[in-house]
């Protein structure tokens, strides 16, 4: 039996609680969740009733070592200290299961993954947009050959996050998730970066392409190039007055896939407006990654997304954010970028 | 919109048409133009004289092998070219030096000290000019109204998804040792049958410079703003014929604006198997209000019947008024003095990202528009 820690918001370690649940995945019924770290670490996160409740990382791994085999942190509100807390984790033979929005740089990870080797322990870097069910089944379509060799790929991110973040910040936090998507469907990182960003308040009163600065964020565009030909445009807004959007489209050789919002809306009139719905809820990756994560410690090898694919993520997210600081494009040399 | 007044109708003479024949036709379908002339210069080779004598017959005109004589002597006011894209600014500045209003096909040109010298003329001539486009489709017009509505704000973003579904030739890699590349020209006289022959030509052009036109001036369309610094990549990744001509089949740009919104264009040819109809083409704008997701094809109507052939798309637009519209407003620029749709310095302005997106491509850097 595998003990989970899960670590993040309520409504995130809730959503985990729930899929750990279910009976349609084997590898869940050999694993309880024994703590749960939240700020609300009450009941609103449906924890089992015995299970360990404390609101910070440090004090798990501080005073409940024992508690736990595996650690999941999804979320946390401590940033400067969390990949510390991690690395205190592994050094206490945990199982590591970390966002990749949570890990700072390539380095960061790099320590991760000295130490998941040192302990012989399973580091997952998380991406659960790897495990939802329209991207899995594109994945698969194209481990079939269905669509021959990617060509080029479009992602429109769309969300409404609230106050703008920091570029650097929405992009290590938040577009890496579609950079890491990037490089996993192609199977590699980009031989070239060209990236740039805007604010909607800013743009109009710049009077020229945005410069963006530790204020001008809330879009970035990043546009990817690969060895053989292949290419990729990601734009990720946080900009959207409520709601999100996502469309994915997937062009190869003998084949396109499309996994998109604007096809898969259903309509309800209500009031004065018609609404466009989606049925598909997002997270529904969550099981999946979970799944993969234990199954992965049961069958002691390394996950799918393993530290090092999140690190290879990572330093590509890194060269995004120096692209679209410095305007210019980023090269790949060897296995870092310079500006070019 | 406003409908141009019925005034006395246009005589125009068809320079050329050797690919598909939508351009003049459109043209011919609306109440003010009057096709009366078919013309070529004499030294074409016979397929396209067969081509333009079709034309000719078909709308029951004569077909001149001389186009100044056909201009002199048909008393045409507007002439309609629809050559191979290498000859399209010759023939328009031919027109144009003769006092003659132009409807040009696209591309504007394949390069752009073409279209510069065409520009000139133009705005030395004072006639009218139109770069046919796809700005008037139902769903092009209704993004434009709910952008000037104000209903998402300052438009920050906009990104062109034209992915169309058609094939040309056989797929890449299946050429097969010591087979000969494909020849450019014969494989666009060969797409002539299912009217994919925008490339038509002794020049290969990748799909960059073909189709690229339509999403850049949806651009024009609906922002209005120019086009600063491109980044690209292309690739020839789904057809043999463009590996071998080493053009574009799929490509992707990143667009730094003028006013400092960003844009981006994914374009490509990729394949008939790769969508049940004729593409994906969107266009999604994100504004400081709100964002708008639109498919380029809508509305259309979903037909599906026993012994449908595989060939036949199963989508239909319906609504669409692009060609009258596009003409009825070049009628009433003529009319009035006024703007036509997309005019010479625009198509120019297009053609220059088109060439910048190309260099970019080949040079993995960011690259000024000229």
């Known amino acids: 039996m595998i003990r989970l820690a899960l670590a993040g918001g309520v409504e995130q370690v809730r959503h985990h609680v729930r899929e750990l649940k279910r009976r349609d995945r084997p590898a869940f019924t050999n694993s309880e969740v024994t703590a749960i770290v939240c700020r609300d670490a009450g009941d609103a996160c449906e924890s089992p009733a015995n299970a360990t409740r404390v609101s910070d990382l440090a004090t798990l791994i501080g005073q409940h070592s024992g508690d736990f085999d595996a650690l999941v942190v999804v979320q946390s509100d401590q940033a400067t200290t969390v990949e510390t807390q991690c690395l205190e984790a592994i050094g206490a033979g945990k199982h590591l299961l970390l966002d990749l929005s949570l890990v700072t740089s390539g380095r960061a990870m790099d320590r991760l993954i000295q130490a998941a080797e040192q302990q012989d322990v399973r580091l997952m870097a998380g991406n659960s947009h790897r495990y939802e069910p329209g991207i899995a089944e594109i994945r698969g379509c194209l481990d079939e050959g269905r669509l021959g060799i990617p060509g080029a790929l479009r992602i429109h991110r769309w969300n409404a996050e609230g106050p703008s973040s920091a570029t650097r910040a929405l992009v290590m936090s938040r577009a890496i998730q579609e950079l890491d998507l990037a490089c996993w469907l192609f199977g590699t990182t980009p031989s070239e970066i060209f990236a740039c960003a805007a604010s909607g308040a800013t743009s109009a009163a710049s009077g020229s392409a945005s410069a963006p600065t530790s204020e001008n964020a809330g879009y970035v565009q990043s546009h990817l190039g690969f060895r053989d030909g292949g290419m990729a445009l990601i734009d990720y807004s946080s900009q959207l007055p409520r709601g999100d959007y996502y469309s994915l489209t997937l062009v190869g050789s003998s084949g396109t896939a499309h996994a998109d919002d604007h096809h898969n809306m259903q309509l309800q009139y209500s009031g004065d407006s018609i609404r466009a719905l989606r049925t598909e809820p997002r997270d529904r990756g969550v099981g999946a990654q979970l799944d993969e994560f234990l199954t992965a410690i049961q069958e002691q090898r390394s996950p799918a997304s393993d530290g090092r694919s999140g690190r290879a993520s990572l330093v590509v997210a890194s060269a995004v954010c120096w692209s679209l600081e410095s305007r210019r494009a980023a090269h790949r040399r060897g296995a870092d970028y310079e500006l070019v | ?370």
């Open chain 2, 1 to 370: 919109m406003n409908l141009s007044k019925v005034n006395s109708p246009f005589r125009f003479a068809v320079l050329s048409v050797v690919k598909h024949a939508y351009v003049p036709m459109g043209v011919a379908a609306h109440p003010r133009f009057d096709p009366v002339v078919v013309a070529d210069d004499p030294s074409m080779p016979d397929w396209i004289h067969e081509r333009n004598q079709q034309f000719a017959d078909q709308y029951n005109v004569p077909y001149i092998t001389d186009v100044e004589k056909a201009i002199r002597d048909y008393d045409v006011q507007v002439a309609v070219v629809s050559s191979e894209a290498e000859r399209h600014c010759d023939l328009s500045n031919r027109a144009v030096r003769a006092g003659l209003h132009v409807i040009q096909d696209k591309p504007m040109a394949t390069n752009v000290s073409e279209c510069d010298r065409l520009v000139e003329q133009i705005q030395r001539s004072g006639v009218k000019f139109v770069l046919w486009n796809r700005n008037y489709l139902p769903a092009i017009l209704h993004a434009q109204e709910t952008i000037r509505s104000g209903a998402i704000g300052r438009p920050h973003a906009i990104h062109l998804d034209f992915f169309f579904a058609k094939d040309s030739g056989p797929p890449k890699g299946s050429r097969r040792p010591g087979d000969p590349p494909i020849d450019w020209l014969t494989r666009q006289i060969e797409a002539h049958a299912d009217g994919s022959d925008g490339g038509v030509g002794r020049d290969a052009m990748g799909e960059l410079q073909v189709e690229g036109i339509y999403p850049l001036g949806y651009l024009k369309c609906l922002l209005g703003s120019k086009v600063q610094r491109v980044f690209a990549r292309t690739a020839s990744h789904v057809h043999q014929v463009h590996a071998d001509n080493e053009v574009d089949d799929l490509a992707t740009v990143t667009l730094e604006l003028e006013d400092g919104a960003l844009g981006s264009l994914c374009i490509g040819r990729i394949g008939a198997a790769s969508h049940p109809d004729i593409g994906e083409i969107k266009v999604h704008v994100l504004g400081d209000k709100g964002g708008l997701v639109f498919t380029e094809a809508r509305p259309e109507v979903s037909v599906y019947y026993r012994g449908q052939p595989a060939t036949e798309f199963r989508n239909r637009r319906v609504a669409n008024e692009n060609d009258f519209l596009l003409v009825d407003q070049f009628a009433e620029a003529i009319d009035q003095d006024g703007e036509t749709s997309l005019d010479a310095q625009a198509g120019r302005d297009i053609c220059a990202t088109v060439a910048a997106a190309i260099e970019s491509g080949r040079t993995g850097m960011p690259v000024d528009v000229n």
